[in-house]
DNA sequence: AAGGCCTCGTGAACAGCGTTCAAAATATCT
DNA sequence: AGATATTTTGAACGCTGTTCACGAGGCCTT
């Protein structure tokens, strides 16, 4: 009457990520995992080639979970009606704090992770999950009327997302308290605010020419 | 005729930047800094508490000269007699990349490092060192003519570098080919070009009134 | 039922890590 | 010079991820 192998390795997985949320990567342990799953450590190691495969494992369930709210927010915001483009940014901006909020310590994890392995081979599932998120955002940049061509609007859709996600994770570094949060919102207003407004007068398209390099 | 104890632990710190660049975190190995810098593991020991207050001390390095390089980066600007606010911002944001692409190692483990330690207290030299930066930016927007009030506006220098930094830290996530660096010009450019437009047009103003929780 | 095979769980063992601390070496003072 | 204080040392401790020879248990054939 054991559990299914398929069975112990998402039991391993509900485990991992609560160690992870718990205390960051630090805190995932093989012989912690292998104590409360009620194997061996050397089950573990026949479930997942090592302690990366579970965190990267993880860290995709996350992805996949925060895709889906933002998927299930937008579509709220449809059923109610909302077509405004500022209004649908900011309840998706709104979904990305709260998720991160809600995972403290995976998600500095999550991206501790992402950024380790730069060095590895090309673009894979990660990358994939990444651009579904994107996706979301362009989708709904195409329902302004800004004048981008689909490059263009792929180019904003990463950028305005990517601030997002820098204003969020900026802000996570000091103490979370409340005022942090609301710190946090008032920069993402102000970028959603600002970006829109830009968008609608062209401001995509006004370069400086300044070299990078 | 040995070295000072200060010269010592500027020696370390040498050492512990190199290794921190050229392997990142987990790179940072009391023994291999000791056998590099020709002392013993303990030694190290008595000049540094731990290795997180080695990495500390590196990264508190780096961010200094970051600074510095933005500070300078705008005296140039100011004795070419640019005046222009999209411009200067620009070759702002283009110090931060060309300083991050320059630490392609170490400035991960700068970001990794200053997230985890997010339950200690209250703000420290560490703070300090990023709200510098947020000042440079904020100096920057008070030469437009956005109608900002100082809180409004360090608002916006926090929102703007955030931002930045955002897309800089999300970029250098993939493969740190050439392409990417274009990508990541690219939405600086984008962001940039938005932002200023953005805060001409009043967009720092726009509220849409939803509420984050 | 007995034997052979094979898959899978096991936990002791290994190498490496950060960190400590009693002792040795060096420096400083009387 | 002798005594005292300071600093340097590296072996040792406890922890980590990971491996792998071993043995238990199921499954098929004879």
Chains 1, 2 share one sequence.
Do not use: C
Not at 34 to 61: C, K, P, T
Not at 108 to 134: E, H, I, S
């Amino acid at each position: 009457m054991a559990l299914d192998k398929e069975e112990m390795s998402e039991k391993v997985l509900a485990i991992a990520e609560t160690l992870l949320n718990e205390g960051g990567a630090a805190n995932l342990k093989a012989r912690t995992i292998a104590e409360q799953a009620g194997i061996s450590v050397g089950s573990v190691y026949n479930l997942f080639a090592d302690l990366d495969e579970v965190h990267r494992a993880v860290n995709m369930r996350l992805l996949d979970r925060l895709g889906a709210t933002g998927l299930a927010a937008m579509a709220d915001l449809e059923r109610q009606g909302v077509r405004d483009v500022q209004h649908r940014i900011l309840a998706m901006a709104a979904a990305y704090v709260r998720f991160v909020e809600a995972h403290p310590g995976s998600w500095p994890a999550v991206l501790a992770f992402n950024r380790r392995r730069a060095t590895r081979p090309g673009p894979d599932a990660y990358d994939a999950l990444l651009d579904d998120l994107f996706d979301i955002v362009a989708g709904v940049l195409k329902a302004g009327d800004f004048g981008l061509d689909d490059k263009r609007r792929a180019l904003a859709a990463r950028t305005l997302w990517s601030s997002v996600h820098g204003i969020v994770t900026s802000g996570y570094v000091a103490n979370s308290d409340s005022r942090q949060a609301e710190e946090i919102w008032h920069q993402v207003e102000l970028l959603v605010g600002v970006f829109v407004k830009g968008l609608e007068h062209g401001g995509a398209f006004a370069h400086a020419g300044t070299k990078p390099v």
